[in-house]
């Protein structure tokens, strides 16, 4: 069973019925309240604020040239490409790098340069610059190399690459340590002497302005907004896939380039991404076309490309995105959505392994930060497992893993924080007991020493304890506002859309429901996922609930459910429909109280049968019937090997078979089984369930209910 979060409401449904500024702008625009509600739970509350928004029209793109070396950056690149220099691009291997790398290689290839990539091997190598890798590219011919998306740390691997003669660019966006390197140029927005005013850009957001800096280098006589267009054309999707990929805000510029990049991938005729989105296609024989949103690119492309470079090689990915033709292309989407199926199954072995060690080993009490580590985790995957861990108990959380390190005892860790703590500061305050580290504030990799592993924990824990004061370590879920019924149409999902793209600071609205009643329930996904059947009004709406099955819901058809949900749009065979994506789903208040008076009515039978009336009494009494009803019943299930349920789980499969034995009347029957000893009866309480799990005991000869003490003196009472 799952422990409930808390959830947050910020406009209850008569907040929005009562909001004037929704009103104006619902009727000025066109839009229902709900879409106009959400305009202004994100501050824009002015009918022209609210077009200036929908209309991305309050975004600039900024001069390329206002980041720092940037002009040295584009007339080195200039220089290399008119005088045939062998270039290469040291890039990363998630999405961010291997977009940041096929940008830069297509845009150099296209304009005449002598340009090879090289990607680290994330088992082998790790990440970011490393001077092996520095001798070799200068040993190969190389006299420039451009890092994409990493090499703001490699202050040691550019001194070696000026020994041996070769020029480094550095363009990365992750945190600057106090020292950077001595390269020819460092083009990072986030170095405290850049005065660029957009410091949010991803890894190949500032390939993209690097990429247009260099085109108006190489030609002088165009404007500037002609070199950005024309590079924007040209490798705009690219960009996109890579902002939305690395969850930066899509604010400022994120938000043009993001939106421009979806559009231009909705149609876009770049070979491998066309037969990526076709290989992800749950039906491609019925030709349906995919919206293309940045949910879409985020959940669905991105995953596939990052899976490359997790457990293969990341430039699988790259020679996705440079073929030349489908027909090359075509084998290499296959490759990656297999993959990814890899990845997601050692994703899950490593979950679960990892719930069971926090388990076992973490104390919440003392240690903010949760650290783990195994010898055989995939380090690859333990970036994801941490993300989930993050998700679930609402706390930093930093995986390492030892597998495949000479000796065993240097580990490579990925680490994800919560809003409150910086990792990248807390790392650095570790700095003396860890090889390597960078990242961003929510997200951080690391490399350790074994024999440093335990004052890591003790020292990080420590700084977490003075920083991560304030932040509640309880789940809690956050709704923008609550639906009544008639707003849950395919009308109000497709104007959703209005509001893309989404992302860290326009994140995709997130609603709530009460006292829906559950019609119907079926497991997806080989039993990984759930899918709900709504009664909403009049209408049968399907709700997906991902990575949660039936019976860690314990929900079944004739409940009611407090739902919390995004609005979806559903293809299928041409045909759409709403449906609800799940964040939370939870038994309703009414139902939930109703089950928590039957629960005191069986306390007060057991601990005061005497303050229990005889109507009542009358009522909850077992028959015989009853008893051997549900003897029979839970005799067959476990014939068939299902010894354990829940009292939700059990009172449902009574309900199936048209047994009418509520939850008083089955805890007597139960406890009378245990009491008799008919059946090997053991019960686990929690605040969240109670679940029985049921051993069949041979009979030799027949056992009278009179003989349980319980029964006897509950038909004493009703019968005196």
Not at 54 to 81: N, S, Y
Not at 269 to 285: F, N, Q, V, Y
Not at 425 to 453: M, P, Q, W, Y
Request: proline content about 4%; hydrophobic content about 40%; aromatic content about 6%.
């Amino acid at each position: 069973m799952r422990k409930e979060k808390k959830w947050a409401v910020a406009a209850p449904h008569n907040a929005v019925l009562d909001c004037r500024e929704a009103h104006e702008l619902s009727s000025a625009l066109g839009i229902s309240l709900t879409t106009a509600m959400l305009l202004v739970n994100r501050g824009y509350t002015t009918v022209d604020g609210a077009k200036s928004f929908l209309g991305k029209t309050e975004e600039i793109l900024h001069d390329p040239f206002l980041m720092r070396d940037m002009r040295k950056a584009a007339e080195r690149v200039a220089d290399a490409v008119v005088s045939g220099e062998k270039i290469v691009i040291f890039g990363d291997y998630d999405v961010d790098g291997v977009t940041s790398v096929s940008s830069l290689y297509l845009y150099l290839s296209k304009n005449g340069a002598d340009v090879s990539y090289y990607i680290p091997c994330r088992a082998g190598e790790g990440y970011g610059v490393s001077e092996g890798a520095i001798r070799k590219l200068a040993e190969d011919g190389c006299s420039l190399i451009i890092t994409v998306d990493t090499g703001i740390t490699a202050v040691g691997e550019v001194e070696v690459a000026k020994s041996l003669g070769v020029d480094v660019i550095v363009t990365d966006h992750h945190e600057c340590h106090s020292e950077l390197p001595d390269a020819v140029a460092v083009v990072n927005p986030r170095r405290p002497d850049c005065d660029y005013p957009f410091k949010e850009l991803a890894g190949v957001g500032v390939v993209y302005k690097l990429l247009c800096a260099v085109e108006s280098v190489l030609n002088p006589d165009d404007s500037m907004i002609d070199c950005v267009r024309r590079i924007s054309a040209e490798y705009g999707d690219l960009v996109a896939i890579g902002t939305i990929a690395d969850v930066m805000p899509v604010k400022d510029e994120n938000r043009l380039i993001v939106s421009y990049g979806l559009e231009l991938i909705e149609n876009t005729e770049r070979p491998g991404l066309c037969e990526l989105i076709d290989a992800t296609s749950a039906d491609p024989k019925y030709g349906k076309k995919r919206k293309i949103t940045a949910s879409f690119i985020g959940f669905t492309v991105a995953p596939r490309i990052n899976a490359a470079g997790r457990i293969s090689s990341a430039s699988i990915a790259v020679e996705l995105f440079l073929a030349k033709d489908r027909d090359t292309a075509a084998p290499i989407a296959k490759q990656l959505c297999d993959i990814n199926r890899e990845r997601q199954s050692g994703e899950n072995d490593i979950v679960e392994e990892a719930y069971a060690k926090i388990a076992a080993e973490h104390d919440f009490e003392n240690d903010p930060v949760i650290v783990l580590d195994d010898d055989r985790w995939h380090h690859g995957i333990i970036g994801i497992v941490a993300s989930r861990i993050t998700e679930k108990y609402n706390c930093p959380s930093i995986l390492i893993s030892f597998d495949g390190s000479e000796n065993g005892e240097i580990g490579k860790g990925s680490g994800r924080s919560v809003k409150g703590l910086n990792l990248v500061d807390a790392l650095k305050n570790c700095s003396d007991l860890l090889e390597k580290f960078g990242g961003h504030e929510l997200a951080v990799g690391l490399t350790i020493k074994r024999e440093n592993l335990d004052d890591f924990k003790k020292k990080l824990n420590e700084y977490a304890r003075e920083y991560l004061t304030d932040v509640d370590t309880e789940p809690t879920l956050e709704a923008e506002m609550e639906l009544a019924p008639d707003d849950i149409t395919i009308e109000q999902a497709n104007e959703l859309y209005m509001l893309e793209p989404y992302g860290v600071s326009n994140p995709v609205p997130v609603f709530v429901m009460y006292d829906v009643p559950l019609y119907d329930t079926a497991l997806v996904g080989g039993g990984k996922h759930t899918r709900l059947t709504l009664r909403i009004g009049q209408n049968y709406v399907n709700a997906m609930v991902f990575r949660l099955s039936l019976g860690e819901l314990d929900l079944y058809p004739g409940d009611t459910v407090d739902v919390m949900f995004s609005l979806d749009v559903n293809e299928f065979r041409d045909q759409k429909s709403v449906q609800l994506i799940v964040k939370d789903v939870r038994l309703s208040l009414s139902k939930a109280r109703e089950e928590n008076a039957d629960r005191a009515l069986y306390r007060k039978l057991i601990d005061e049968p005497d303050s229990v009336g005889t109507d009542v009494l009358r009522s909850v009494v077992p028959t015989r019937d009853d008893f051997a009803a549900v003897y029979n019943m839970l005799r067959h299930e476990l014939r068939v090997e299902h010894e354990v349920f829940s009292m939700r789980a059990l009172r449902h499969l009574l309900k199936s078979a048209n047994i009418p034995v509520g939850y008083v009347k089955l805890k007597l029957i139960l406890t009378v089984f245990d009491e008799l000893g008919l059946l090997g009866v053991n019960l686990r309480e929690s605040e969240d369930a109670e679940i029985y799990s049921f051993r069949y005991i041979e009979q030799r000869g027949k056992t009278p209910l009179e003989s349980s003490v319980l029964y006897s003196s509950l038909k004493e009472r009703l019968n005196g």
